[in-house]
């Protein structure tokens, strides 16, 4: 056994120093491939995002409700709408389509192929689109739900003279009624 400069007794590394650096090695080598896989995950959906961004670009319909954001983290989502995204699972290279619920969530589609998942998405949109047609009323199709009214200028007018007058009887009834008295 040697001493170091302090003077101290300095003993040989033992198995246990040898194990714990081995372990720290690891651990910096795993957290780098964990770091990458993330990394390669983040840059697929992000191409495919590109890809998304390009086929609704300039299609109003489909800008009102489709939203494609990227958010990274320990499980990179795009997110399509609301309660729709594309995570890579359980490869780095395999694509899944999810539909958020209540209490789960639904596989719609998966694929290792970025084109199929693109088509894949593609009608997904192109459903959404057809769905929200026919939920929101649109100029030239009538709601026969809902009816409505137009009243003419002279109309309007008799009705905020009439209830001019209305307030101005109500206001002399009062004065004679509580004023007379």
Known sequence: ???NQSGTPQS?????DTAIS??????GMHFDALKDRLDATTLRLEVLRLELDRLIEGREEA????DLKLFAGDRPRL???LVTYV????TPRHYRLLRDRSDSSEVL???????EMVDAITSYIASRI???EHQLPTDGIINLNRQEHKYSSIALVLAWISGFLLGVIGLFAFGVWFGGG
Do not use: C, H, S
């Open 79 to 81: 997110w399509i709408d």
């Open 130 to 132: 057809i769905v929200r």
């Open 63 to 66: 800008e009102k409700f489709i």
């Open 22 to 27: 081995q372990a720290r090695y690891a651990q």
């Open 12 to 16: 040989k590394p033992d198995k246990l």
């Open 1 to 3: 056994m040697g001493r």
């Open 109 to 115: 589609f998966e694929t290792d192929n970025r084109a």
């Open 87 to 90: 995570v890579m699972e359980p």
